[in-house]
Nanobody
C-alpha cells in the first residue's frame, strides 16, 4: 500500500519562500506520477505540479510556473515543492498524491485537471501567506 505524508507548511509573509516535502512509502517497481494539489476555503481542489519518479518529467499549473519548483529524491522517496515569491492567493491546504503510470499515461494525465485520477493521497499541510 502506497502511503504519502506532506509536511513543511507554515505561516509567512508575501514574497517569502517555503519548501514542502512529501515522504512516500510502499512503491513497487512501477513508475509513479506524484502531484501536489491545493484547496483553499470555498474553492475547488486544484493541481499545482507533478513529477514522474523515474524520468523526472515535470508539469506546472500556469499560476505557479516560474515561482514553484518540484523535485524528487529517489534515494529518500521524497518529493519536494520549493515555493518562492509566495502570494496570499497561494494560501491553501497542500496535498500530495500519487498514481502508478502502469495505470495511466503521463501525457494523458497532465492533459486534464487530474485530481480525480490520483489513487493515493496524503494528509495535507497548511500554507498561509499574509500580506
Amino acid at each position: 500500500e502506497v502511503q504519502l505524508q506532506a509536511s513543511g507548511g507554515g505561516l509567512l509573509q508575501a514574497g517569502g519562500s517555503l519548501r514542502l516535502s512529501c515522504g512516500a512509502s510502499g512503491f513497487t517497481d512501477d513508475d509513479y506520477a506524484i502531484g501536489w494539489f491545493r484547496q483553499a476555503p470555498g474553492k475547488e481542489r486544484e493541481g499545482v505540479s507533478d513529477i514522474t519518479t523515474t524520468d523526472g518529467l515535470t508539469h506546472y499549473a500556469d499560476s505557479v510556473k516560474d515561482r514553484f519548483t518540484i523535485s524528487y529524491d529517489n534515494a529518500k522517496n521524497t518529493v519536494y515543492l520549493q515555493m518562492n515569491s509566495l502570494k496570499p492567493e497561494d494560501t491553501a491546504v497542500y496535498y500530495c498524491a500519487a498514481v502508478s503510470l502502469s495505470k495511466t499515461s503521463w501525457y494523458d494525465l497532465i492533459s486534464y485537471d487530474h485530481a480525480w485520477a490520483m489513487d493515493y493521497w496524503g494528509k495535507g499541510t497548511q500554507v498561509t501567506v499574509s500580506s
